[in-house]
């Protein structure tokens, strides 16, 4: 098997080659052979054949081939050596020697016993020494001068050659050190190059610099070892050549010119090389750049692309031509500013296809990619001016039209005013109607300036801008122009036939109710235009305020008709709702003005650095949800409101309709305070600046974030004087509605305004229902189970508290102390404790105090004493809380008169004499009904579950009262706690305290009066009720009992339903008998003593006794207690 046999290298037989018994001198025989010189080496003999043949192969592979194939001249100098070694030596080169010989030249032994045997031997021995080659015994170095010239020998043979053996081996080495490293460089280089040849072009800007990049680390690499080689073999032919320095005449012998050449031809490849691989990698470098110029192009052209198609978009968003002159020239601003922020959106596309039509010069290879896209650029460019330019041209138009129209209205306005200004009674006098009929006829002739001509050249000339709703205002304007231009025609034939004959004297009328207590606000073009012209405002102003003094003095005793009047309340409501739809669309273009001027900025990379950190992710803080207020208002109810424009008294249903609405201002309030600390950290920040600057505003931003606060308490104002001028009307009440839910809407943002400031409560507020009222209060308590020293103090030290009263709670809070300005002054407020309305029950008067009530839960267990204000909080206060306790209330009696109303459907009722049971079952019903629809009586409402409370301890039995009696005292009492649990007791033996009794009537849901008050001051126990459930007969009947109802004691009965005419149905479980029962039968059956401390019933488990005697005892041990709520 055939084998690669590397070459040797001097390094790797480098301590063989130090032994120096063979070396190669440099020197050559007369025909150019190598001379290889052995030289007396005692250890000869001893040299490893494998050593031995290294060094020969090693040093026969030095010289050229050419020289090799003449043959090697070999010089044995055994001049100190034995014969016997010298034939030895002889025998083992020509056996092992690798290449061819020439000659061999053997200087014998020189002592004479040597000599002799040398000579002996090749005498008798010749034939041993026969070899392909001469072998030629000298006996002295003369001889071998003639064979080889002394330029040719070392200084050990004689010679004159110079030859430093430690010297040759570094530079042997060294020379082969550098052709590997040569050798190495070309590899290393070539791989290189094929790994930058197979490099596939990366598709995005961050791969392609990031393979620019590595190429360039590489080829700098390469580059540095190329340097490095470089300068090795120029200092190593400088070692080479350094003889020659030295000593001018020396020459260098061949083997030394051999390794001169070697070195020269070896740096002359390395340099051929570095030059192949710059002229590469200049070409892949280049292809490189331009891929990183193509990449980068092409990632800005999406992203300018992407900006042209945004901006494209935003312009086909400016559909809308404006609803009035105010809203154009904010719309022509917009746009202006709009183009102005797109200029540098502009201006980057035109720069990207400049640096494109660039590349295409420079010879590009993907030209024929970068074209297409620049011309792409110029054409979006070229489209987006020209849409901006079409829509600055409708723009124009719209605010052209809507200056025709406004200076109609405004004419229109004047011409009432004008109207409503001449004084009735000097038009009386021919000489006050024809200067009248003067004015009106100067007046119209200003007409031809500025009414509406021909509505269709108006359609016409603005057809392009003409919207629908723009249709329709235009249509208005012209109607009121020929409505007003009628009534001038009107009072102009009225004038005429006064000027021409005088009637007798009438009593003069004025045009307007004695209501007139406002001047009308013009529309805010017409407040704009005032600024310039005082005449325009005393116009407006003086005559509409003169007629209103004029109708006030000859009200009492005119007689005018009644079409004058409502022509002039009918003025009066179109100017308030004049002013109503101008401040509405003032107030809308304000609110787009501030989302597109400062909330659309924050979002603007070309506004990104003037924005200071602590805004970043803050836009929502800073604006709160006006965006969704400005949604509403100019999609919504701008619109609406422009429906009502020719019946103002109407509007009340705009409102009405749109209420819910309304509730968004709630959440928008409740973040000022966020948005007013924010903006007085960053109100400094150079965006607001900025912002304020592009928008020319006077104010700061916090103006018009105050706004929508401002909007909707400016709603109630225009209500009422709206409604004041439409008490004769269809909408009056529609006016007065919408006005309640409008200071509904104030009162609830101002209460939520509070709320939020409340700390310290775990739970979620939202679960306690509606916040109906919140106030502060001074609070006493006086709890029973209470320290007493505690209680004491209680009593004369009260405590400030902020209450809260929502549908299920009422929260006691501590304000805390103010700080900060503006929003931020608000206070807070620390939660303290909260009692569940289902467990509440209140005290209207507290003695000594009219300011004072009570508020109190679990039996009076805990009371709190509560002092308001003034009366009339507490009033309001007492109020809220009764209509709280009886919704509750009524509540649960629904719910059990209906379960009693499905029982009822499955039970027969008795028929009296001459009524048949079906009328009996339907006036039944009927009462059932009845009863549920009374919110405040408490005889249809029997909980199966309530308990009632006993007679306080001491007081004298008393016949109960009549019903009308329980019903007038149960609407004073109301809680929606139970009773106290008697779980334990026996019977109903729990009494209460005389001191702890209420000073005055109180309200609780959840039981019937028994002890109220007033029953305790009369020293008589309340009226007492039957209710449905089960009872044990303890005493039995002792007088007997009707026929189809036998009782007796131990049975067990079950109250079922009240009937008609008193009756009871009642079902004897022990006997399985039941009947109908009068009541007063069913009393004395059930509880005879008179005595008796109550009656109540539980669907499981009832307690009654009754006096000493006892009458009914509880099945169970388990008392149950109501709660409206769940248990």
Known sequence: MHRDISPLCAADIQDQLKKRFAYLSGGRGQDGSP?????????????????FQNVMTYLTSIPSLQDAGIGFILVIDRRQDKWTSVKASILRIAASFPANLRLVLVLRPTGLLQRTLSDLALKFNRDDFNMKVPVIMLSS?????????????????????????????????????????????????????????????????????????????????????????????????????????????????QDQLDNQTTVQR????????????????????????????????????????????????????????????????????????????????????????????????????????????????????????AEVERRRELLSKSLELHHLLEASMKWCDQGIYLLASQPVDKCQSQDGAEAALQEIE??????????????????????????????????????????????FHRRQASLKKLAAKQMRPVQPVAPRPEALTKSPCPSPGSRRGSENSSEGSGLRRGPYRRAKSEMSESRPGRSSSTGDEEEGLAILRRHVMNELLDTERVYVEELLCVLEGYAAELDNPLMAHLVSPGLQNKKDVLFGNMEEIYHFHNRIFLRELEGYTDCPELVGRCFLERMEEFQIYEKYCQNKPRSESLWRQCSDSPFFQECQRKLDHKLSLDSYLLKPVQR????????????????????????????????????????????????????????????????????????????????????????????????????????????????????????????????????????????????????????????????????????????????????????????????????????????????GTTRNIKKLEERKTDPLSLEGYVSPTSLLKPPEKGRDDSVPSSTSESSALSRKRFTLQGFPNLKGQKGWTKTSQPSEAPEDDGWSSAEELINSSDAEEEGRVGPRKLVPGKYTVVLGDEKGSP??????????????????????????????KESWVPASSLASLLCTSGSAQCLSSSEQHVVCTAGRSGALRGTGARQTHLRTGPW
């Open 35 to 51: 001379v290889i010189t052995f030289p007396d080496y005692p250890a000869f003999s001893d040299v490893p054949d494998k050593e």
């Open 141 to 253: 170095v003369p001889e071998l001068h003639g064979y080889i010239d002394k330029s040719q020998l070392t200084e050990d043979l004689g010679g004159t050659l110079d030859y430093c053996h430690t010297r040759w081996l570094c530079h042997r080495t060294a020379i082969e050190g550098f052709a590997l490293m040569v050798k190495q460089t070309a590899q290393m280089l070539q791989s290189f190059g094929t790994e930058l040849a197979e490099t596939e072009l990366p598709n995005d800007v961050p791969s392609t610099n990031s393979v620019l990049c590595a190429h360039t680390e590489k080829k700098d690499k390469a580059k540095e070892d190329m340097k490095l080689a470089l300068d090795e073999g120029r200092s190593l032919l400088e070692n080479i050549r350094e003889p020659l320095g030295k000593c001018g005449e020396q020459s260098l012998n």
């Open 266 to 385: 070896l740096l002359d490849q390395l340099t051929e090389t570095e030059a192949a691989f710059d002229e590469f990698w200049a070409k892949h470098e280049q292809k490189l750049r331009q891929c990183l110029q193509l990449r980068q192009f092409e990632q800005d052209f999406r992203e300018v692309k992407a900006s042209l198609d945004a901006l494209a978009q935003k312009i086909a968003t400016f559909t809308d031509v404006g609803n009035s002159r105010a809203h154009a020239e904010h719309l022509l601003k917009d746009l202006a500013s709009f183009e102005d922020k797109s200029s540098a959106s502009m201006e980057r596309a035109r720069g990207l296809s400049l640096e494109g039509e660039q590349l295409i010069d420079s010879k590009h290879y993907a030209v024929d990619s970068i074209r297409p896209k620049c011309h792409e650029l110029q054409h979006l460019c070229e489209q987006f001016v």
């Open 442 to 487: 100067k007046f119209l002739e200003t007409g031809a300036e500025n009414k509406i001509q021909e509505l269709s050249k108006i359609y016409q000339d603005y057809e392009s801008i003409l919207t629908k709703d723009l249709m329709e205002h235009v249509q208005k304007v012209f109607q009121k122009q020929e409505g007003m231009e009628e009534m």
């Open 712 to 919: 909707i308490t400016k709603y109630q104002l225009l209500l009422k004087e709206m409604l004041k001028y439409s008490r004769s009307c269809a909408g009056a009440e529609h006016l007065q509605e919408a006005l309640s839910s409008i200071l509904g809407v104030l009162k609830t943002v101002n209460d939520s305004m509070h709320l939020i400031a409340v700390t310290g409560y775990d739970g979620n507020l939202s679960e306690l229902g509606k916040l109906l009222m919140q106030g502060s209060f001074s609070v006493w308590t006086d709890h029973k189970k209470g320290h007493s020293k505690v209680k004491d103090l209680a009593r004369f030290k009260p405590m400030q508290r902020h209450l809260f009263l929502h549908e299920k709670a009422v929260l006691f809070c501590k304000r805390r102390e103010e700080s900060g300005e503006g929003y931020e002054k608000a206070p807070s407020y620390s939660y303290k404790q909260s009692l569940n309305m289902a467990a509440v029950g209140i005290t209207e008067s507290v003695k000594g105090d009219v300011r004072k009530f009570e508020i109190w839960c679990n039996g009076r267990e805990e009371v709190y004493i509560v002092q308001a204000p003034t009366p009339e909080v507490k009033a309001a206060w007492v109020s809220e809380i009764r209509k709280v306790l009886t919704s509750q209330l009524q509540a649960c009696r629904e719910a059990s008169q209906h379960r009693a109303l499905e029982q009822s459907q499955s039970l027969p009722l008795p028929a009296p004499p001459g009524t048949s049971p079906s009328k």
């Open 1043 to 1072: 026929d189809a109802f036998a009782v007796r004691s131990g049975d067990v009965v079950e109250v079922v339903q009240e009937g008609d005419e008193g009756l009871w149905y009642v079902r004897n479980l022990t006997s399985s």
